[in-house]
């Protein structure tokens, strides 16, 4: 669109709105979507750099988990085990809230259990991880209503064929999903609601003008009462007083494999690797702890370490007696930060952030999504 050649009905038709949203990946929509639910006749607006959202949202793995038992004994060396304890119950409730919202079938859920791997190098994690399973199934039961969510699951190994694997924790709630189905789902539910997503529109900067807020972007100038950012780590280029890091995650899908055995999640080296089966093609990613650096970035793309670190986790590993051929790479940018909360505040007078996820996106997005859209309305 050529922003010179606006016409008078399109400047009056889209480019004033009551309340602009930056970034229609899941936490963005779900704030739309819970806005409208509420107060059906405020006019809302969502706008996407991309052709398709940007960041992570369809880009990611398709985890709906809630943390393995490594990343979980880690976080709670960093918060606490209260606040483990509601940040695995915001996790819990934004996927039940995702499931109830969309649908388990137009979501394509699985629940085939998540499971977690180690090395016999990886011992002394191991023999912490088996001694805090206990601990975790009372931490939660509270949460998922599940008597044992972890349990040991050694006997596995060898079905599917793992090499060089000693030992195995099941997580029994973990789940998978599509999503890129997942995505289309709440932009559907969004538009049915009366909200305008519009894509390929990069947000440059913003300015309070008189009562009302100046979004100049890639194809014109928005007007709005309130401004939302919910671009996860791309909040940082327009608010760099954020306290996130971009991190970029690459991952790669083999192409179709006869006879796979791999049904599930599957965690390795503290979450910092992931694979699943996506139907029987293998899909594999992680390795941002090989360089944190490099890969503390908002730039799309691949590294030789990362991706020949990865070909051989699938050919020593998970495949190995297994021929496999790489069907196509990609990868995402996730944010972290120094705590594991997301950050939903207003930041300045009517300007709003929703960010910071954590890499966990899916199970805590939907929950974010409806507190950042509570949280403007309450401004009102």
């Known amino acids: 669109m050529d922003a010179t050649n606006l016409s008078y009905w399109e400047q009056a038709s889209f480019f004033t709105s009551d309340i602009l949203i930056v970034g229609s990946g899941i936490v963005g929509l779900n704030a739309a979507i819970t806005i409208k639910k509420k107060q059906p006749n405020i006019i809302v607006t969502v706008l996407e750099r991309g052709f398709l959202p940007s960041g992570a949202s369809t880009k990611n793995a398709g985890f709906a988990c809630f943390g393995s038992i490594s990343e979980l004994v880690e976080q709670e060396k960093i918060c606490g085990t209260d606040a483990l304890h509601q940040l695995i119950g915001k996790r819990w409730k934004g996927l039940q809230k995702l499931r109830s919202m969309v649908g388990d079938n137009k979501l394509d859920l699985q629940i ?8 016999p190098q990886d011992f002394a994690l191991s023999e912490e991880c088996v001694s ?3 601990h975790f199934n009372r931490l939660i039961k509270d949460i998922t209503h599940h008597q044992s969510a972890f349990e040991i699951a050694k006997s596995q190994i060898n079905f599917f064929g793992f090499d060089g ?3 195995l924790i099941k997580n029994n709630l973990e789940a998978q999903l599509d999503s890129g189905k997942m995505i289309k789902a709440l932009i ?3 538009s049915s609601l009366g909200v305008t997503v519009l894509n390929s529109c990069l947000v440059n900067q913003f300015e309070q003008e008189d009562k009302t807020l100046l979004v100049t972007t890639s194809q014109g100038c928005f007007r709005t009462k309130k401004l939302l950012f919910c671009t996860n780590a791309f909040a940082s280029l327009l608010i760099p007083d954020l306290k996130l890091k971009p991190g970029r995650g690459q991952v790669l899908i083999t192409k179709p494999i006869e006879n796979l055995k791999l049904k599930g999640t ?4 503290k979450g910092y690797y992931y694979f699943r089966n996506v139907g029987n093609r293998v899909l594999l990613g992680g390795g941002r702890n090989l360089d944190f650096f490099t ?3 908002h730039q799309f793309g691949e590294t ?3 991706q020949n670190t990865l070909l051989h986790l699938l050919k020593e590993v998970i495949l190995p007696d297994t021929a496999f051929e790489i069907e196509q790479k990609w990868s995402g940018i996730m944010a972290f930060g120094p705590e594991l909360s997301p950050i939903i505040k207003e930041i300045t007078p009517n300007v709003f952030c929703a960010v910071r996820c954590n890499g966990m996106g899916i199970a805590i997005g939907s929950q974010t999504g409806e507190e950042a859209g509570e949280m403007v309305l309450r401004s009102f």
């Open 266 to 269: 599957f965690h390795y080296d």
């Open 188 to 190: 559907n539910i969004a």
């Open 165 to 167: 694997i000693d030992s």
């Open 295 to 297: 890969e503390e970035t």
């Open 304 to 306: 030789p370490l990362v």
């Open 112 to 119: 085939n259990g998540g499971f977690e791997l180690f090395k």
């Open 132 to 134: 805090k399973i206990g």
